[in-house]
């Protein structure tokens, strides 16, 4: 018979979790393969204390009850804790639902017990299922690579063991499994794949399991492959991080969509084939905006393209300040501090537009004045231009992305901006011969 504890000895030492000081929690169902789990690791590992998490989905009634009692009963004979949380009636009665519900369970128990070493009891049946369910849903070669033996803090030494293995092994062992009676209920997915399928794959290869694992090795295998390509791609197309557009779109069409793929998986964003191609095409369409599009992915992450640049961006949160200035002195709005104060003596070196300080004559204007973002109807006479024009203009002359434009702040003296703060200056308050004010607008990071 297969040696299940060698097997969980090699899978400790080769992810160096055979440190006696870790503490090891175990999904704990009860059935064939958790408690198999759960007797090898006491066996191979025990001086680690281990802790049996098992959630009461409640759906049984009375067996499952039952259940979380002989889980209970078997954690005390082997000399293992038990701790068991009854499942929200909030969630739905589907398998999603439940899934999401035990690995929310899982992570919790991980913050309340100090551990993050969580052993599931996946087997090599059921990364045969998987690879089947998401051939059936439709999935590229990223979702042949199966069940993965470690994600996250999730561990699962049970990957290449048979369920008839771990059903030998409790046999010899007399250990006294549950038997979840609505595992046999083909309505359910999995069930129906495990009942129905394999078996008639086995009927045209009796090593079908062995072969469907087989694929999942070898797609992992060719995922690395294409992750270290598209690693060259990624930095041969970006500068400073940031994917420059032209050098995209000269990419072939299924490198451009993988790379999208990738945005959404590395940002655990759900993703389907149409989302991906709407992304695509959302570029596609916008690579020639000079001020650019932005398209939402979720509420808080958008996607901005131009024809300069593709990037996520996240929307500010952060409330806008106002100020308003009637005298010279130093005005704070939160941790934003505006500074206005007289300034008559030569100027040796004028700052850059984009600098947070500029060297004013403001002797033609009322000292009334507004710091604020953009509103219809705003004007500017651009320095060095003579004549005024729309504020959408000059913005979009800076080459402005669109979804930076309202967060911009503006000294104005009514609708004529004055001061794009580190954009540039009106033509009507430059410096002839000397200043009159020197204006400072700043970020205080310490507050």
């Known amino acids: 018979m297969y040696n299940i ?14 440190d006696k000081k870790l503490t090891y929690l175990i999904g704990f169902s009860g059935g064939y393969d958790s408690m198999c789990l759960l007797h090898v690791l006491k066996k191979a590992a025990p001086k680690n204390k281990i802790i049996a998490l098992h959630l009461n989905h409640k759906w049984r009634g009375v067996e499952s009850d039952r259940e979380e009692l002989n889980c209970k009963n078997f954690c005390m004979q082997i000399g293992v804790d038990f701790y068991c949380e009854n499942i929200s009636t909030d969630v739905a009665h589907t398998e999603t639902a439940a899934r999401e519900a035990r690995y929310d369970f899982f992570k919790k128990c991980g913050e309340k017990f100090n551990s993050d070493v969580i052993f599931t009891a996946h087997n090599k049946n059921d990364n045969a299922e998987t690879l089947i369910y998401r051939i059936c849903k439709g999935t590229g070669i990223s979702g042949l690579q199966g069940i993965s033996s470690k994600r996250d803090i999730f561990y699962r030494p049970l990957l290449t063991v048979t369920r008839e293995d771990i059903e030998k092994y409790c046999k010899k062992n007399k250990l006294n499994p549950n038997n979840d009676s609505s595992n046999t209920d083909v309505k359910y997915k999995r069930n129906y794949i495990r009942a129905k399928v394999l078996p008639v794959l086995g009927k045209i290869n009796p090593s079908a399991i062995d072969m469907i694992n087989s694929l999942s090795e070898i797609s992992r295998q060719e995922c690395k492959i294409i992750d270290e390509y598209l690693f060259f791609v990624q930095e041969k197309i970006s500068e400073d991080g940031v994917i420059q557009t032209k050098k995209f779109l000269k990419q072939s069409d299924a490198v451009q969509k993988k790379l999208i793929y990738n945005m959404f998986i590395n940002n655990k964003l759900d993703y389907d084939r149409e989302k991906i191609q709407n992304i695509y095409d959302f570029i596609v369409k916008n690579s020639i905006s000079k001020s650019g599009k932005t398209c939402s992915l979720t509420n808080d992450l958008w996607i901005f393209v131009s024809d300069k640049i593709i990037k996520l961006i996240t929307p500010s949160n ?6 308003h200035i009637t005298k010279e002195g130093i005005y704070q709005n939160g941790n934003y501090i505006f500074e ?15 600098d947070d300080t500029a060297y004013v004559d403001l002797s033609r204007f009322n000292f009334d004045f507004e710091i604020r973002t953009r509103q219809d109807g705003d004007i500017i006479c651009p320095f060095g231009l003579e004549g005024t024009q729309k504020l959408k203009k000059y913005l979009n002359s800076k080459k402005i992305p669109n979804h930076e434009k309202d967060n911009l702040l503006f ?4 609708k004529e901006i004055l001061w794009a703060i580190n954009l540039g200056i009106s033509d009507k308050i430059k410096v002839v011969k000397h200043p009159t004010h020197r204006l400072k607008f700043y970020k205080n990071e310490r507050e």
């Open 5 to 18: 504890e060698n097997t969980i000895k090699s899978f400790l030492k080769q992810y160096k979790l055979n």
């Open 318 to 323: 952060e409330q806008t300040p106002y100020f």
């Open 340 to 354: 206005i104060e007289k300034f008559v003596k030569p100027v040796k070196k004028y700052p850059k537009d984009t």
């Open 411 to 414: 000294l104005v003296s009514g």
